[in-house]
């Protein structure tokens, strides 16, 4: 292992998890709920009348996050190298795995974390396990990327 | 009027959490995947994101569970199940496949539509449709 010291940036990713910190703690403290991804848009599909609207203004946030970003200063750089066949493949599994799991890098490697949750430990570590292997397997074993 | 003051708190906190991910790179699934590939170069920039984020929500977890209800007066929905199970296990080992296959999650997923990228939305509409699935298969079962 050897830290890639041209590529890490650190403050950024402080400031930047601080500001997601900033952001469960508004979800938890005003509205009382957990700020997990897979959660927030699950709930939609089984949708309850009253529950329906915060899910969406969230999910909205999100997305006109970048679009306001824009309007201040240029988006820093995404290369998303994998093509369109492995892309479809992968949402299927992220999709499927994370609503299995309940819970995906937001819901237990953020909130579930510092909950304390055993649960979110649990699951953290397993995914953590399975993506670090799936990228040595799919980069250095099969050499795709 | 509560109502209403929750969804503006829930579209801000959606927002903050975009801005985070954009600001930390989190965003750039290249830069995910170079964490993930900790054979190579390593990019441990994540470790970091997540530290910074689980620092302030220790916090806010730590207020959160002495109260019953939330600023709003809205009830606490804070998961209490403890139970470690095979759905949790399998679940989160199958979402680390795909994690690890394109380098996007759930939330930057949302991300990438706003910033237009149309691999990003061919992403997010296979994530929606695996979670779909998943919610297909449940009902039949019951």
New interface residues.
């Given amino acids: 292992?050897?830290?890639?010291w041209n590529?890490?940036?650190?403050w950024?990713?402080?400031?930047?998890?601080?500001?997601?910190?900033?952001?469960?703690?508004?979800?938890?403290?005003?509205?009382?709920?957990?700020?997990g991804?897979?959660g927030i848009?699950?709930g939609l599909?089984?949708p309850i009348k009253s529950d329906i609207?915060?899910?969406i203004?969230?999910?909205?946030?999100?997305?006109?996050?970048?679009?306001?970003?824009l309007l201040l200063a240029p988006?820093?750089?995404?290369?998303?190298?994998?093509g369109?066949k492995?892309?479809?493949?992968?949402?299927?599994?992220?999709?499927?795995?994370?609503?299995?799991?309940?819970?995906?890098?937001?819901g237990?490697?953020?909130?579930?974390?510092?909950?304390?949750?055993?649960?979110s430990i649990?699951?953290?570590l397993?995914?953590?396990?399975?993506?670090?292997?799936?990228?040595?397997i799919?980069?250095?074993l099969l050499g795709w990327? | 009027m509560k109502k209403r003051l929750s969804y503006i708190a829930a579209l801000l906190s959606g927002l903050i959490f975009g801005f985070g991910l954009i600001l930390a790179g989190m965003a750039n699934p290249a830069k995910v995947l170079a964490f993930l590939d900790i054979t190579a170069l390593w990019d441990p920039s994540l470790v970091l994101v997540m530290g910074g984020a689980i620092a302030v929500g220790f916090v806010a977890f730590k207020i959160a569970g002495k109260r019953t209800n939330s600023f709003l007066d809205l009830p606490m929905n804070i998961p209490t199940s403890r139970v470690i199970d095979k759905r949790l296990v399998i679940g989160a080992l199958i979402f680390g496949i795909g994690w690890g296959l394109a380098g996007i999650c759930p939330a930057p997923a949302f991300v990438l539509l706003g910033t237009g990228s149309i691999k990003g939305i061919v992403f997010l509409i296979s994530m929606l449709v695996g979670m779909g699935i998943l919610e297909l298969i449940e009902s039949r079962r019951k």
């Fill in positions: 292992m050897t830290i890639d590529h890490f940036t650190p950024s990713a402080l400031a930047g998890g601080g500001l997601i910190g900033i952001s469960v703690a508004l979800l938890i403290l005003v509205n009382g709920r957990v700020a991804i897979t848009i699950g599909f089984k609207a915060w899910r203004a969230f999910t909205l946030g999100l997305v006109i996050a970048p679009i306001l970003w988006l820093p750089e995404i290369t998303i190298d994998a369109y492995l892309l479809i493949v992968a949402g299927l599994i992220v999709g499927y795995g994370a609503r299995l799991g309940s819970g995906c890098t937001s237990h490697g953020v909130c579930g974390i510092s909950r304390l949750s055993p649960r649990i699951a953290t397993a995914f953590m396990g399975t993506g670090f292997l799936t990228v040595f799919v980069r250095h990327l």
